[in-house]
């Protein structure tokens, strides 16, 4: 007898040898029964046999063929419909005690995948997205700050975030720079599109500032001076996105006005924000040499925030895309276009599904990718802080997702290695650039700025030593100076006296600007050793009498 499987499938040759076998009415019935079994699961396949079998015995009796057809009908309907109703049954059976509660219907928990998801989308993201985008400096060579920002927004607007729901702070003196070569336009990647078109100009100029940015942060219009007024008015189900690149220090991060931010007044506002109610979760992206040390035993694990950053608390981060490395930007650029961590994280929110990659598989990218493949070649440590729980959640609730990136996998592209640059030695990649294609009329004042620039760094590199010297002895007074404190323990455990001695040092010896700011371990370092303030004027006076005076005097205002 042929295969039934070679039968079920209706082949010609099948057919023909039923024919010849048992005669025409056997022909008839395979196909009758082939029709039906077809919507059948394997299972049933036999049941043609047995049929087949009952014909031969019965001298194959058309009469009793339709008889035994319908009696195959019957079963498979009725096994059918008893499944249906034990899965009923049972799905019910769990949602009550001891399946009291069942009912006709289907159960909620038996639908299709896309069904699942759909309804999954929908319970995560009830509440609305909100995000905060800061740019931290001013000045054209320090174009890939503000690029970064402007990248973040097109990554958000596509990801179908509002603009409503987008507040960006940046000085907004890059795009139409007269050392910009495409005026207008500002780009993040050396092939990439202009990602300055459309960004909001929430806060810019003079009203980027710490004060705004911690009012905007916890919803307080009557607290912000200047620029749109737009604020986080966030509701309890509510997720916030945090971005925020620009130079760094321990403990410190930069604004184009001063004072610069302190980590503690940070976190301070971070936990007002939590006990407020006013958000479900916060994701912290930041940008800047050691960004560690901003979370670094002081962000809480239990705020529901959690945090990722360029670089440890002891190490600098880097600018990419940057004269004289690989790759390059188009050669009518004199400065780095973007920063190693920010563009790690934004190129690979483009070429991921960020429905299906979370927040975990993307800080192991970005931090590989960063880290140059963890050969730390010119890379940094990107680090995490905070409440680590949120990490399997999907990127798509931050940032929103761009319906053009469906098809694209979760976390698979390989992405080549970024020639990076010490954030602190961009600017002076920059200043060299500047001069190699400037006139020659124009050339002895920008290497006049050079090495006005390479002196204030040799002055406070010297200052540093000195102090330590006279503070602590010429054997330890680098070591102590310089030391840094085990993981998990704060910068600094006098946040006040840290902030005062900084104010005191930059009052005798100039402004620290934004290479100087490396220096602020030293400072945290003195308040730690528990020194008297009356000893370290002394020493500050000691070392810098005289020396508050030029393009880097303070004129009375300090940086933090």
């Given amino acids: 007898m042929p295969n039934p499987m070679y039968c079920y499938n209706g082949s010609k040759n099948c057919r023909s040898h039923l024919a010849s076998t048992y005669g025409s009415r056997a022909t008839s019935l395979h196909v009758l029964s082939s029709h039906f079994a077809c919507r059948m699961t ?25 008889q035994l057809t319908m009696v195959s009908r019957i079963i498979c309907f009725t096994l059918v419909l008893v499944t249906v109703v034990a899965l009923s049954y049972g799905a019910a059976g769990r949602g009550g005690s001891g399946g009291q509660n069942w009912r006709w219907g289907w159960d909620p928990l038996i639908r299709s995948p896309v069904d699942a998801e759909e309804e999954v989308d929908e319970q995560m993201t009830n509440g609305t997205r909100w995000a905060v985008l800061v740019a931290g400096s001013k000045g054209y060579g320090n174009y890939r700050h503000q690029a970064d920002v402007c990248h973040a927004y097109q990554v958000l607007k596509k990801g179908g975030v509002k603009d409503e729901n987008i507040i960006v702070f940046m000085y907004d003196d890059i795009a139409t720079s007269d050392m910009n070569p495409r005026t207008g336009i500002i780009i993040n990647n050396p092939k990439g599109e202009d990602v300055y078109a459309g960004v909001p100009k929430d806060y810019t100029g003079k009203n980027v500032t710490v004060d705004n940015l911690f009012a905007v942060l916890l ?8 620029g749109s007024g737009k604020v986080v008015d966030s509701k309890p189900e509510d997720r916030i996105f945090l971005f925020y690149s620009d130079h760094g220090g321990p403990g410190v991060l930069g604004m184009p006005n001063e004072p610069h931010l302190v980590a503690k007044d940070l976190v301070d506002v971070l936990k007002k924000k939590h006990a407020m109610g006013t958000y479900k979760e916060m994701v912290i992206y930041l940008e800047a040499c050691e960004s560690g040390s901003i979370f670094e035993g002081i962000l809480p694990e239990d705020l529901n925030i959690y945090a990722t950053t360029a670089s440890g608390a002891q190490e600098n981060s880097y600018g990419t895309y940057c004269p004289g490395t690989e790759p390059s930007p188009p050669p009518e650029y004199i400065t780095c276009l973007g920063d190693l961590y920010s563009v790690a994280w934004m190129e690979d929110s483009e070429t991921h599904n960020l429905k299906k990659e979370s927040l975990e598989q993307q800080f192991n990218k970005v931090k590989e990718r960063t880290s140059n493949s963890n050969t730390y070649n010119s890379g940094s440590h990107v680090m995490e802080y905070g409440s680590k729980d949120i990490k399997p959640e999907k990127v798509y609730l931050y940032l929103g997702f761009d319906p053009a990136t469906v098809n694209l996998p979760a ?27 400037s006139s020659e009329s124009r050339r002895p004042a920008i290497l006049r700025e ?27 007074g680098r070591s102590i100076l310089h030391s840094a404190r085990a993981p998990g323990l704060p910068l600094v455990d006098d946040w006040e006296c840290f902030k005062s001695t900084a104010r005191l040092f930059e009052k005798h010896c100039g402004l620290l600007t934004q290479y100087g700011m490396k220096h602020m371990r030293a400072f945290a370092n003195i308040c730690n050793s528990s020194v008297e303030k009356s000893k370290v004027e002394e020493v500050f006076i000691a070392t810098c009498g005289g020396k508050n005076i030029g393009p880097y005097s303070t004129f009375g205002a300090y940086s933090v």
């Fill in 42 to 66: 394997s299972f049933y396949i036999p049941l043609n046999q047995v049929l087949l079998q009952a014909v031969k015995h019965l001298r194959y009796s058309r009469y009793l063929a339709i």
């Fill in 219 to 226: 919803g307080d219009k009557s607290a912000v001076k200047g």
């Fill in 411 to 437: 976390n698979q592209i390989h992405f080549d290695k970024l020639d990076g640059v010490n954030q602190r030695d961009a600017d002076l990649i920059f200043l060299w650039q500047r001069y190699k294609k």
């Fill in 450 to 476: 050079i090495t006005e620039t390479l002196t204030h760094r040799g002055h406070l590199d010297s200052s540093i030593d000195m102090i330590g010297v006279l503070l602590f002895g010429p054997q330890n």
